[in-house]
Each structure stands twice: as structure tokens, then as C-alpha cells.
């Protein structure tokens, strides 16, 4: 038979181990119904006037050692043309090198650039009355 203070005891330890677990399933964002959280790399650029969407898992990343993956959406006001120049010349700053850029029939840009063992792909255009930019973010080993 158990004394009060023993069912005590095993009550705040059942309570404590519940809380443990639903808490440490969850992200800042899940836990404010947004989603999954997506870190911006310190080297990506973003044109003012577009906000990092991440509800509904839109934008995710993850970083481990020299391994960076990403996929980040963002929109806003910003005009496609002004954004896309905004990328263009401030990623060679950063010392990322531009080995694509094209027009889609459909209006939509697209600029590859890569740096050492990432490349980071930028997509811009017009999405219900905003600008929307996805950059796609990769690590690839064979470029070594």
C-alpha cells in the first residue's frame, strides 16, 4: 500500500515526465500554431519588404557540420523586377557566383548561384497580389 506522500511523489513524477514529452515534440512555431521553424542561413540575402512565410511547413531548414539544406518562401510588397535585382547584386558581396539566371513564359525568374559545396536557387514571381521569392538552399558534396 502506498502512503499519500508516495502517490504524491509518483503523481508529479507522471505529470512531469507527460509534460517532458508533449514539450519536446514541439517547435517555438508549433507551439504558437504556425508551423515548422526555418532558420535563414547568415549568407542568404533578402530584399526588404519580404517576410519569411513558415506556417503550414512552407519554410524549413536544417543545418548539421558543413550540411545545409532549405527551402524558404517568402513574400511582400516588393516588385519582382526590384527583389530579383536586389538578389542579383548582392550575392556575388556574399562571394556566391550567379551560373544561372532565365525567364520562364509564364513570368517567372529563376537565378542559380553556387558557393564552394552550396548553391542556392532563387524563384520570384507574382502570387495573389504579392511578390513571393522561394530559394531553395542544397549542400552538394561532389563539387569539392
Same mark, same amino acid.
Given at each position: ?7 504524491a ?8 515526465g ?6 519536446g ?10 508551423? /515548422?521553424? !526555418?532558420? #535563414?542561413?547568415?549568407? *542568404?540575402?533578402?530584399?526588404? $519588404? ?9 519554410s ?17 510588397a ?5 527583389a530579383?535585382?536586389?538578389?542579383r ?13 532565365? /525567364?520562364? !513564359?509564364? #513570368?517567372?525568374?529563376? *537565378?542559380?548561384?553556387?558557393? $564552394?559545396?552550396?548553391?542556392a ?13 522561394v530559394?531553395?538552399?542544397?549542400t ?5
Open positions: 500500500m502506498t502512503t499519500p506522500s508516495t502517490a511523489r509518483l503523481c508529479a513524477f507522471a505529470v512531469t507527460l509534460l517532458a514529452l508533449t514539450s515534440c514541439e517547435t517555438g512555431a508549433d507551439r504558437a500554431g504556425y508551423g /515548422v521553424n !526555418a532558420t #535563414q542561413f547568415q549568407d *542568404m540575402v533578402v530584399p526588404a $519588404g519580404l517576410r519569411l512565410r513558415d506556417r503550414g511547413h512552407e524549413y531548414s536544417r543545418q548539421e557540420a558543413g550540411w545545409r539544406m532549405g527551402h524558404f518562401v517568402y513574400v511582400g516588393t516588385g519582382v523586377e526590384e530579383a535585382g536586389y538578389v547584386q548582392r550575392m556575388p558581396q556574399h562571394s556566391w557566383k550567379m551560373v544561372s539566371e532565365d /525567364v520562364t !513564359a509564364d #513570368q517567372v525568374a529563376r *537565378m542559380r548561384f553556387e558557393r $564552394g559545396i552550396y548553391s536557387e532563387y524563384t520570384f514571381q507574382r502570387r495573389d497580389g504579392s511578390t513571393q521569392m530559394v531553395v538552399y542544397n552538394d558534396y561532389s563539387r569539392r
